[in-house]
């Protein structure tokens, strides 16, 4: 079993940064693929990044590509999104996510073993 917590959520003016973090605890992270999500209120999760845990190869959906930065820490079991010029369609609740590394990269929300709460991210234009 993992425990996945994110923070760093908030409210940001338009053209603005956040961080956020995601601590997992349970079992180790490493042999997790890890992945960020993101839904408004009467519409799907969708995939925001993901990166694997063995490579630290990084994925992006084409909304976010060049504007945010996926990471991860193993020794600190952390992952992090780094969100920069920020949108005010960027606003959702984000999700943090694991799943057990496969072959290749998952994107499909549905198939990750675990979730964090999630953390609000508000962009004011």
């Known amino acids: 079993q993992v425990q996945l917590v994110e923070s760093g959520g908030g409210l940001v003016q338009a053209g603005g940064s956040l961080r956020l973090s995601c601590v997992a605890s349970?079992?180790?992270?490493?042999?997790?693929?890890m992945g960020w999500f993101r839904q408004v209120p009467g519409k799907d999760r969708i995939f925001v990044a993901a990166?694997?845990?063995?490579?630290?190869?990084?994925y992006y959906t084409d909304a976010v590509e060049g504007r945010f930065t996926i990471s991860r820490d193993n020794a600190k079991n952390t992952g992090y999104l780094q969100m920069n010029s920020l949108k005010p369609e960027d606003t959702a609740v984000y999700y943090c996510?694991?799943?057990?590394?496969?072959?290749?990269?998952?994107?499909?929300?549905?198939?990750?073993?675990?979730w964090g709460q999630g953390t609000q991210v508000t962009v004011s234009s």
């Open positions: 996510a694991a799943i057990l590394s496969r072959t290749k990269v998952v994107l499909a929300p549905t198939a990750y073993d675990y």
């Open positions: 990166i694997r845990w063995s490579s630290g190869t990084t």
């Open positions: 349970g079992r180790t992270f490493s042999p997790y693929d």
